[in-house]
């Protein structure tokens, strides 16, 4: 499988568990309906730690942790709800690596932001669509992942949000092995153009609030404009 194919995987699982979320579902099978399902359409393993999906719901949503501690909550969805997932598909040592955000409003998945009622819940996702639109307008081949943090992190701050990632990254480079990473991270000054692909996975919320935003896609190169895989 190619790198666009296994991201097809996570693609397309989104799109599954957003047909079949409901209210009083459980988070924990909220994981295994996507898990079974990406084994389903191609994958033969999960990179990350071993667990295929992170779900986190409601004001959990803003809960960052390293997949070596994660568990799967045993909570339910509520009627009106927020839901963060972020699928981690490999097949044959090629990953996948995709994110988003599912509102949950009258009991069925949001389709579009502008269809969300919450107006919370609807700028923070307006947010991601931003900072998603900011990377591609300011990143270019030679820009470092030090300069794309600082200023990714800067919007973050002056748009009224917190980058809640829990090692306070936007993002990182696909590799073999997870332990090679490298990150979008202050220090950082190798040029984008150094790796094939690299995530941008902004993680936010608003100053003391309970619920958590996150949009992933993987991004390269290309005539050197940057495009989603």
Request: with cysteine; charged share 25%.
């Amino acid at each position: 499988m190619t790198y666009s194919e296994v991201q097809a995987i996570a693609k397309n699982t989104i799109e599954y568990i957003k047909t079949v979320i409901k209210p009083n579902m459980n988070l924990q099978e909220v994981r295994k309906i996507c898990e079974d399902k990406m084994f389903e359409l191609g994958a033969d393993s999960f990179w990350y730690w071993n667990i295929g999906a992170f779900v986190f719901s409601g004001n959990e949503t803003t809960v960052s942790v390293s997949g070596r501690d994660y568990v799967t909550s045993d909570k339910v969805i509520a009627e009106n709800d927020i839901i963060t997932i972020d699928l981690s598909p490999q097949n044959n040592n090629i990953w996948g690596d995709y994110a988003r955000t599912i509102i949950i409003e009258d009991g069925k998945a949001v389709s579009g932001n502008e269809s969300i009622q919450n107006t919370e819940w609807h700028n923070g996702l307006l947010m991601e669509e931003a900072l998603h639109s900011e990377l591609k307008a300011f990143a270019t081949p030679d820009t470092s992942f030090e300069e794309l943090y600082y200023h990714i992190n800067e919007l973050i701050k002056t748009k009224g949000y917190i980058n809640l990632d829990f090692l306070g990254n936007l993002g990182h480079s696909i590799v073999k092995n997870k332990n090679e990473r490298i990150y979008i991270e202050k220090e950082n000054t190798k040029k984008l153009r150094e790796v094939k692909y690299f995530t941008f996975e902004p993680h936010i919320c608003t100053e003391g609030s309970i619920y958590g935003f996150k949009k992933e896609n993987i991004y390269y190169f290309k005539d050197s404009k940057l495009v989603e895989l």
